[in-house]
């Protein structure tokens, strides 16, 4: 079955930088991969995801990248802001009829003032 | 659409006891799932349902964990015999097969604390 692996498990940024979450995946027929951000206490919310038809995707300060090839696919925060601070999972399936979404195991991303 | 339902928000319940999660998922998706999630871990898939039918169900599940969907609307999530390794935040999410991709949507996520 599916294995997604995240890192890192923290990351601690200072506000306006950068921040970048690395995932991979294990099962070549994942075709598409959905990134959730969940606040403390609250339910996690997707924010942006790709399919395996193109190499990247972006939605004003986020961005995500999908190489298939080498099986990994990243999240890109940019000028980030204190309210990105939260925990992210990225998670991966098959487009099909009927597919679970496998998850990583999350990075806390903590934006330092 | 009112999102995903779950009740109740938090349960505390003594080791040996039974206890039952429902699930209301948004209007119309027929994909429900069941999550469940641990302090500093994602969500651990546990089964998922397409209508009524009951798809797939994790190996990590032991026979005390039973899900239902008999309408293909609401579900259920039963743990017999709770032990203390079963506390944790259950979710639910929600799908359509009939919209492009597999977006899933969470409910809140329930506690469950096993004393």
């Known amino acids: 079955g599916e294995n997604v692996e995240q890192h890192p498990s923290t990351l601690s940024v200072q506000e306006g930088d950068s921040a970048v979450i690395k995932c991979t995946y294990s099962d070549s027929a994942s075709n598409y991969f959905p990134w959730y951000k969940q606040e403390l206490g609250k339910r996690p919310q997707l924010i942006i995801d790709?399919?395996?038809?193109?190499g990247e995707k972006k939605d004003q300060r986020i961005a995500v990248t999908l190489n298939k090839t080498a099986k990994h696919f990243s999240l890109h925060i940019t000028e980030t802001q204190p309210e990105d601070s939260a925990v992210y999972f990225c998670a991966a399936s098959k487009d099909s009829s009927a597919s679970k979404i496998i998850f990583g195991s999350g990075t806390r991303l903590s934006i330092r003032p | 659409d009112t999102g995903v339902s779950q009740n109740p928000r938090h349960k505390i319940t003594k080791r040996g006891q039974n206890v039952t999660f429902r699930c209301d998922p948004i209007s119309e998706h027929n994909r429900l799932y069941w999550y469940r999630q641990t302090l500093g871990q994602g969500p651990e898939f546990l089964t998922y349902f397409q209508n009524e039918a009951q798809l797939e169900k994790s190996r990590l599940l032991s026979d005390r964990f039973s899900a239902e969907r008999p309408k293909g609307s609401f579900s259920t999530l039963e743990i017999q015999r709770t032990e203390q390794g079963d506390s944790a935040m259950y979710l639910c999410a929600s799908s359509s097969d009939r919209r492009s991709g597999n977006t899933i949507y969470f409910g809140e996520g329930r506690w469950l604390t096993v004393v």
């Open positions: 790709i399919r395996s038809n193109v």
